[in-house]
């Protein structure tokens, strides 16, 4: 067993977040998006990428981060759970850091909302606070 994580670190409006290395699978330009009737909250629509149609996120509806919305030469993450893709709209990427397993805190039970579900840990390195991401629970709703 591992003890440390790859993280991916990506930065949506002043928070950073981070997803495992392992479950992803590129970083691309915001292609253009179409929408989706009904979509879950925080699905802005989709997008194809070589051929595979995939949801496009944004957190700042999904976890209630307040920003505007992201800029025009912005990225998206695209990450895959179980053949799954998903891409996640971000304001800058910044780096892959590798977190000792032990600085991951485990995301308090008293957080509500969307956060609590979406966010599987908090990884403290030095004075930066990353929110790891959850994909698969992402992807589930």
Request: net charge positive; glycine share 10%; charged share 25%.
């Amino acid at each position: 067993m591992s003890k440390a994580e790859p993280l991916l670190v990506f930065r949506v409006g002043s928070y950073e977040y981070g997803i495992p290395v392992a479950e992803m699978r590129e970083i691309a330009r915001v292609g253009e998006l179409r929408s989706i009737p009904g979509a879950a909250g925080g699905i802005i629509g989709f997008t194809a990428l070589r051929g595979r149609l995939m949801p496009v996120f944004d957190l700042r509806e999904r976890l209630g981060v307040p920003h505007p919305a992201p800029a025009k030469g912005a990225r998206v993450v695209v990450g895959s759970v179980r053949g799954e893709l998903a891409a996640i709209v971000t304001d800058e990427v910044s780096e892959v850091v590798t977190v000792p397993k032990s600085s991951i805190e485990s995301v308090p039970a008293m957080w509500a909302g969307a956060a609590s579900n979406e966010v599987r840990g908090v990884a403290h390195l030095g004075e930066r606070r990353i929110f790891v991401l959850a994909l698969n629970r992402l992807l589930k709703d």
